[in-house]
Nanobody
Framework: QVQLAESGGGLVQPGGSLRLSCAASGFTFSEYRMNWYRQAPGKERELVAGISTSGRTNYIVSVKGRFTISRDNAKNTVYLEMNSLKPEDTAVYYC?????????WGQGTQVTVSS
């Protein structure tokens, strides 16, 4: 079965760092664009970062220069390095795998940035 398993979330102080991981299985990872979304309470889910099958990356403006998405096809894993975290980064972060038609979602991992 298809699985996307996020890990690495937690509580961190403003200015701190976290590294999220998403381990994928059950599909051909290298053929999917991988994305990180997040959803804060009461807000719409938003695309934070994406990485194409060829390694091209895109970021929402608010995280540019602070977050880095990467993928390791040999490990079927996508990462999100988050630095200089701000309280407004607090959200549940979701891993997403996207092909032309199929789209898969992880269960999410909570990131809380608070003093």
């Amino acid at each position: 079965q298809v699985q996307l398993a996020e890990s690495g979330g937690g509580l961190v102080q403003p200015g701190g760092s976290l590294r999220l991981s998403c381990a994928a299985s059950g599909f051909t990872f290298s053929e999917y664009r991988m994305n990180w979304y997040r959803q804060a309470p009461g807000k719409e889910r938003e695309l934070v970062a994406g990485i194409s099958t060829s390694g091209r990356t895109n970021y929402i403006v608010s995280v540019k220069g602070r977050f880095t998405i990467s993928r390791d096809n040999a490990k079927n894993t996508v990462y999100l390095e988050m630095n200089s975290l701000k309280p407004e980064d607090t959200a549940v972060y979701y891993c997403n795998a996207q092909n032309m038609w199929p789209s898969y979602w992880g269960q999410g991992t909570q990131v809380t940035v608070s003093s």
